[in-house]
């Protein structure tokens, strides 16, 4: 009886085991921990950017920003701002490895809309990747035009 039981709780586990994904292509949770980067929610506003742009999106469209990191680089802050709370939109952004990491939306740090996303990045081991960092922005739920403004900070 016992040799059958070690038997059924060795094959659950293997099962429970393959199921379980070795990684997944888009990281959604705030205070997440992913392959060396800590991304969590950001409390403050960002001042002082060394990288910021301003543009317009309406309802479905996706607006795509870029911003090179340098290399030695530890962590980053990342804030979307817009005008008006009835409005809902969304970022993902890209490492330069190709790592997807989103979708973050102003429910991220808050229970009530703000109408700011900010979100924190930092190295968990040493440096963040190097490069050409993407952020998109999308009109998930809009009504006419919003003006956008994206800033980012290294550091």
């Given at each position: 009886?016992?040799?059958?039981?070690?038997?059924?709780?060795?094959?659950?586990?293997l099962?429970?085991?393959?199921?379980?994904?070795?990684?997944?292509?888009?990281v959604?949770?705030?205070?997440?921990?992913?392959?060396?980067?800590?991304?969590?929610?950001?409390?403050?506003?960002?001042?002082?950017?060394?990288?910021?742009?301003?543009?317009?999106?309406?309802q479905?469209?996706?607006k795509?920003?870029?911003?090179?990191?340098?290399?030695?680089?530890?962590?980053?802050?990342?804030?979307?701002?817009?005008?008006?709370?009835?409005n809902?939109?969304?970022?993902?952004?890209?490492?330069?490895?190709?790592?997807?990491?989103?979708?973050?939306?102003d429910?991220?740090?808050?229970?009530?809309?703000?109408?700011?996303?900010?979100?924190?990045?930092?190295?968990?081991?040493?440096?963040?990747?190097?490069?050409?960092?993407?952020?998109?922005?999308?009109?998930?739920?809009?009504?006419?035009?919003?003006?956008?403004?994206?800033?980012?900070?290294?550091?």
């Amino acid at each position: 009886m016992k040799k059958g039981f070690a038997f059924l709780f060795a094959i659950v586990c293997l099962i429970a085991f393959c199921m379980v994904p070795a990684s997944a292509a888009t990281v959604d949770a705030a205070d997440t921990v992913d392959n060396d980067l800590i991304i969590s929610a950001l409390d403050i506003p960002v001042y002082g950017p060394k990288g910021s742009a301003t543009g317009t999106i309406v309802q479905g469209e996706r607006k795509t920003y870029s911003y090179v990191v340098q290399p030695g680089e530890t962590e980053m802050d990342i804030q979307v701002t817009w005008s008006s709370t009835s409005n809902n939109l969304g970022l993902y952004f890209t490492s330069p490895t190709g790592r997807i990491y989103g979708e973050y939306n102003d429910y991220s740090e808050s229970p009530t809309p703000n109408a700011r996303i900010s979100v924190h990045v930092e190295s968990a081991g040493a440096v963040l990747p190097a490069g050409t960092w993407l952020f998109d922005i999308t009109g998930k739920s809009v009504s006419g035009t919003e003006t956008i403004t994206l800033i980012v900070n290294t550091y």
